[in-house]
């Protein structure tokens, strides 16, 4: 059993203050990671059921077996872990605002950080995802323009509750028609909200993409009062004629 509580790292960004903890819940008699950004929890390893799924869900859309896939927002590595163990994968690139995440899964601080090190599918990119997007040259910095398969976004708490105002254009009618660009006939943007399903951003979806599913994912929030749920939005572009 590990400490009951232990900070193991502690970063000043120009996001706010990044912390990274590990605790011993007793209630649950299990280890547990948490990510911090100020006073807000970006992620906890108690809670990565909707973290899964937005790594399973999109590749169930797609056929074929060299399938390449960008995953926006690195966390606890939960959604790129479940991402690599599909077979069909041919390369996964990772991108994160925040190097000092990467580190933490570079140096082994967390978990998933050695199963994605290890993988040579798998790229870490320190990079803003959404200034990569709307730029001409794409988001992958070794290949300009390339397209995916599968784009998978878990960076904002939802299309409306963004962690930076910068953010919001990628949400907006010029941004999705951008993203839909950067995938293949038949490729599938996926997207994750802690908010319940958006009326009116599933319609903005509707405009560029041929497909459109959203999927609310429950799961136990450990309150034993009543269960809670993430959504998960599915785009699919066109497929080719």
Known sequence: MSARFEELDWRQTPMGELILRRRWDLTFRKEVYEIKLNDEFLMS????????????????????????????????????????????????????????????????????????TSDPRCTLVHGDFFAMARAATGLDPAAPERLFHAIIVDIDHS???????????????????????????????????????????????????????????GFDNLSGKREAANTIYLAKTASAR
């Open 45 to 116: 390893s108690l809670f990565t059921v909707a973290e899964v799924e937005i790594g399973r869900l999109p590749l169930t859309k797609l056929a074929g077996t060299a399938l390449d896939v960008v995953v926006g927002g690195l966390g606890l590595g939960y959604t790129a872990q479940t991402v690599l163990e599909n077979p069909n994968v041919r390369s996964l690139v990772v991108v994160d605002a925040l190097s000092e995440v990467i580190d933490w899964h570079e140096r082994g601080l967390i978990p998933a950080g050695v199963t994605l």
């Open 159 to 217: 299309p409306r509750h963004l962690l930076h105002p910068s953010h919001a254009g990628f949400y907006e009618s010029s941004g999705l028609q951008r993203l839909s660009e950067q995938l293949h006939p038949g490729g599938v943007f996926a997207l994750w909200s802690d908010d319940r399903p958006d009326e009116d951003f599933t319609k903005a979806l509707e405009k560029h993409f041929a497909e459109v599913e959203v999927e609310v994912v």
